[in-house]
């Protein structure tokens, strides 16, 4: 059985930083994508970001140059450092991996649950 455990997040103040880490233990299959996902009350779930096998990231435009996504293989980890953090990030972040391609596109009225998801961490960010 997969077990996903998240830590980080927190509150920090507009401009601060927050590194986000999850653990996958139990995996018995070759891990594809791992991300992270987000949802902030009343909106939708949406997509932060993204690393392949190979290491190829993708981010959303609103985190590009701010948020670097990265794994560890051997250790089946994955992390989000979060800089320059603005209000507008504050939602529960969501990470995911899988044996599969995780969604780019989103369906309205998902949640935020994909592949082998984590607990859910809050990521408050005040100004």
């Known amino acids: 059985e997969v077990q996903v455990v998240e830590y ?3 509150s920090v103040q507009a401009g601060g930083s927050l590194t986000l880490s999850c653990t996958y233990s139990g995996v018995t299959f070759i891990v594809s994508d791992m ?3 987000r949802q902030a009350p009343g909106n939708e779930c949406e997509l932060v970001s993204l690393i392949g096998s190979d290491g190829l990231t993708y981010y959303e435009d609103s985190v590009k140059g701010r948020f670097t996504i990265s794994r560890d293989n051997a250790k ?3 992390a989000l450092q979060m800089n320059s953090l603005k209000p ?3 939602a529960v972040y969501y990470c ?3 044996s599969l391609p995780l ?3 989103l369906f309205p009225g998902g949640t935020c649950h994909y592949g ?3 607990q859910g961490t809050q990521v408050t ?3």
């Open 103 to 105: 969604p780019k596109r």
């Open 76 to 78: 089946n980890t994955v």
């Open 88 to 90: 507008e990030d504050t």
């Open 8 to 10: 980080g997040g927190g």
């Open 35 to 37: 991300g992270w996902y």
């Open 116 to 118: 082998y998801y984590g």
């Open 125 to 127: 960010v005040s100004s």
């Open 96 to 98: 995911a991996a899988d």
